[in-house]
């Protein structure tokens, strides 16, 4: 198998991975480990959230560096999880380099189960909704506040809206439901609409990862993280805050 041909594939993994939210050290450990198991040596990655560069020296001597950036990134499970059996295989020299390539295109043609994720954005909202304090009205008028969200989301995406527009957007619009609703009578316990719907868009995962990176010594990708969790916080509590205002006097 010819090295740059390899060097190819390899790259393209890492690039999903980071596209579909692993963390750094797993992207980092993943090229390594690829790059170890076809004999390749003075292997060193390099990654942050968005971007990892990849020096290794080829089987005749040569040396050897890319880097590859991912811009939109989202966390998908089921793709990390295929990744990851990849990644396994590459390492073990269980496939040639034909059946990398396709378990590849696999992967990046696999499409979401949009109806579960749909059904993820309604029960949470609602079962947020209840934890926060609300009854039944409430937890059915948060259920209908996931569903507009998920196509609000899903449209924005589709318009290449930035992340931070984004949020601000999605919490305008939640915000004028809850309190829309509750002017007209249908739910009594606003706070709870609005916290429970809210929590599908706090960064819970960034938080998580951020300090993860910290603890492991990325402090680069943990800080970077780490801010990128606190701009969607504020992002959330300006969309809220703009609407209460407007709309509270109403």
Not at 3 to 29: F, P, S
Not at 146 to 168: A, H, M, P, Q, S
């Amino acid at each position: 198998m010819n090295d740059l041909d390899i060097l190819q594939q390899i790259n393209k993994i890492g690039q999903l991975l980071l596209k579909h939210g692993a963390e750094i050290y797993r992207v980092e450990e993943s090229l390594k480990r690829m790059c170890e198991g076809f004999g390749f040596t003075d292997i060193e990655v390099f990654a942050i959230p968005t971007y990892f560069t990849l020096s290794l020296t080829l089987h005749d001597g040569t040396p050897y560096q890319s880097s590859k950036r991912s811009r939109s990134n989202r966390t998908h499970l089921d793709h990390l999880y295929e990744l990851n059996c990849l990644v396994r295989q590459i390492s073990n020299q269980e496939l040639s380099l034909e059946e990398i390539k396709d378990k590849i295109q696999n992967i990046e043609t696999q499409r979401l189960n949009y109806h579960l994720i749909l059904m993820g954005y309604i029960v949470s909202a609602a079962m947020f909704c209840v934890f926060f304090g609300g009854h039944v009205s409430e937890m059915i008028v948060s259920a209908f506040i996931g569903f507009i969200l998920y196509y609000f989301i899903y449209l924005l995406e589709k318009l290449d809206v930035n992340g931070i527009v984004r949020t601000i957007l999605s919490s305008m619009v939640l915000a004028s439901i809850a309190i829309i609703a509750q002017k007209m009578n249908i739910i009594t316990n606003q706070q709870s609409v609005i916290t429970g719907t809210l929590m599908i868009l706090v960064p819970g995962i960034a938080i998580t990862n951020s300090l993860r990176d910290i603890i492991g010594g990325d402090f680069v990708s943990g800080l970077s993280r780490m801010i990128e969790a606190i701009l969607i916080a504020a992002s959330i509590a300006i969309g809220v805050g703009i609407m209460m205002m407007v709309l509270q006097g109403v």
